[in-house]
């Protein structure tokens, strides 16, 4: 009796001691096709799940709702419509299941339909995204701001993929340009690079490199990393998608008041901005997702959801032509108002 009590005794020690090395930071990503629902989570209230969709898909009728979603919607199809990949690159995403409410409200968004719908039992919203093609097999390891490479010096060649959650704060930790040494807030060099925003967070591949004899420092996006010598090793971005939608292009210095008049004429242009922390919220705000072009950028910018008057951030703006009405809304705390006819326009470009 002794020896079985002995024998359970171990067996139970080596399944606590098993699930203790289990990494609970690391997230598996769910290979997914573009009819993939979340019908088979919809009780897992507050649970996320990351999920990885192939370039090429085929947007579905099966959606319903804005931001939130019912959980029988095509994860893919809503994650186009919530402008977080797109059907020609795929990408990958994350949800959290919700609770059922008793309506959705549908909308078009980036060519893509959804429904409205009354009272249905589950839903789910969308945390982060990125176009990135991460391998689907592969971990996301969930990082915080503060998270460097150092553990995995001297692994050059190998490949780790992280997460970093919106809300981020910029560290000084950054040394290099393209290639940084290991000691930097990958995070922070991954906004430095344009690959992810601190008010979105995102997803991130990086593959160690061998040390340099010396970093060059830059200020890009909004970042500025500093000049090194030699350091003992180092790490670049595999991937990720730029946040700017030319990475070749100047970012300009915008203040929460910069408005695009100086651009109304040049219908189809892009611009980017970067707006500093600490704004202040105008009352010049009219239209919803299409923007008069005498708002304040930065401000339609925080009701879009894209940064925020707290830590600023950077936008892509496309001039449009004018329209004969805009509606306002409330969204993100930034009340914006109805407006008839304008002689030009201009729309958030999301990555």
Known sequence: MKKLINIIMGVLMCLLLGAASTP?????????????QANDYKGNIGQQYTFYFPPGGTISSRLWGTDLYTF???????????????????????????????????????????????????SFVFVSGNTGPITPTSTIINGTWGTQADDYNGQSGQRFTFYFPPGGTISNRVWGTDLYTTDCSIAS????????????????TIEI??????????????????????FASSFVFVAG?????NP???????????????????????????????????ERVWGTDMY????????????????????????????????????????????????????????????
């Not at 795929?90 to 959804?114: C, D, F, L, N, W």
């Not at 429904?115 to 589950?122: A, L, P, V």
């Not at 008010?199 to 991130?204: D, Y």
């Open 209 to 230: 490199r061998v040390g340099q004899s010396s970093y060059k420092g830059s200020t890009r996006n909004g970042v500025t990393s500093k000049d090194w010598g030699a």
């Open 24 to 36: 609970v930071n690391a997230q598996t990503v769910i290979q997914g096709t573009w009819a993939t």
């Open 241 to 245: 998608e730029p946040v700017t939608t």
């Open 248 to 282: 070749n292009s100047t970012v300009i210095n915008g203040t929460w008041a910069t408005q695009a008049n100086d651009y109304k004429g040049n219908i189809g242009q892009r611009y980017t901005f970067y707006f500093p922390a600490g704004g202040t919220i105008s």
């Open 292 to 351: 008069t072009y005498d708002c304040s950028i930065a401000s339609a910018a925080v009701h879009a959801g894209l940064i925020s008057a707290r830590n600023g951030g950077t936008v892509t703006i496309e001039i449009k032509p004018g329209q004969s009405s805009y509606t306002g809304s409330t969204r993100n705390g930034v009340t914006s108002k109805d407006w008839g006819p304008f002689e030009a326009s201009f729309i958030f470009i999301r990555q």
């Open 189 to 204: 060099a991954a906004v430095h690079a344009g690959l992810i925003t601190p008010q979105r967070g995102g997803t991130v």
């Open 72 to 122: 029988d919607c095509s994860i893919a199809s809503a994650a186009v419509h919530a402008g977080l990949i797109t059907t020609q690159k795929g990408g990958t995403v994350t949800i959290e299941i919700r609770a059922g409410q008793s309506s959705y409200k549908g909308s078009t968004r980036y060519g893509v339909t959804s429904n409205d719908w009354g009272s249905f039992d589950g």
